[in-house]
């Protein structure tokens, strides 16, 4: 059974999502403190971005756990497979004696 290789990201790119999370955060954060509106509504906004922040962590932490899972489930599938062939190998093959 073969096991395919694990791709992993680069530093580079790693670096980058991080920093253009964090630059887009501090974006939406002072563009809520210079806006000219009352202090309720100042908070209502950080509050909803925090909250949608939050949730789109969670959205990602979800669709990768659901692929992970279908992996293993369907490398699993083929470890039993396997064994089906191999069993069935061992037991339909000629004996000499």
Do not use: C
């Amino acid at each position: 059974m073969n096991h395919p290789t694990i791709q992993k990201d680069t530093g580079a790119w790693i670096a980058f999502t991080w920093i253009s999370f964090f630059i887009s955060i501090a974006a939406l954060m002072l563009g809520i403190y210079h806006a000219p509106v009352d202090v309720w509504v100042k908070s209502f906004l950080a509050v909803a971005a925090l909250f949608a922040v939050g949730s789109t962590f969670s959205l990602a932490k979800t669709i990768r756990d659901n692929s992970e899972a279908g992996k293993l489930l369907n490398r699993y599938a083929d470890a039993k497979t396997e064994q089906i062939i191999t069993n069935y190998e061992f037991t339909s093959a000629p004996r000499n004696g």
